[in-house]
């Protein structure tokens, strides 16, 4: 897909990395063009309406102390997923930069488990949660959320 002369803002090969909580999508940016390369997903275990909680005196619901309410395992398979995913898309389309649009839990936890290499690579962090967005919008809220750093060698 072209982008629209206001949004070509990438001289190098970029990775753009759009996520939420559950799924991910990866572009590709370079002068013009923007290309969607893969997208993964890693949902929530669906569970019983009843599952872990009670209902209290009040008829309100609340979590029992053996519920299973801690997704935080399924988030660090997740960001592992893309962290994997990022590390081969890089080196198969000799990515220069690498940009991110996530909410800030997904990209501390990426920073946390990513190679030296990719975290030199990321030149752009946007702690937004845009993945019901067409791949235009995610381009042009990257551009006007976050000032690029520069990237290390």
Known sequence: ??????????????????????????FLLGGDELEKLDGIALPREPRQDSEGTFVSYDGSRAAGPDSDIDDSQRLKQF?????????????????????????????HLLTEVSSNELKNKIRRRSHLDLMKEDPLTIVRRSLETVPPVEVKK
């Open 1 to 26: 897909m072209k982008l629209p002369q206001e949004l070509q803002h990438y001289p190098h090969a970029t990775l753009l990395i759009a996520s939420d909580s559950v799924r991910a999508d990866f």
């Open 79 to 107: 960001v592992k997923k893309i962290t994997e995913q990022a590390e081969a898309l890089t080196r198969e389309h000799d990515i220069q930069h690498v940009d991110v649009v996530m909410p800030a839990e997904i990209e």
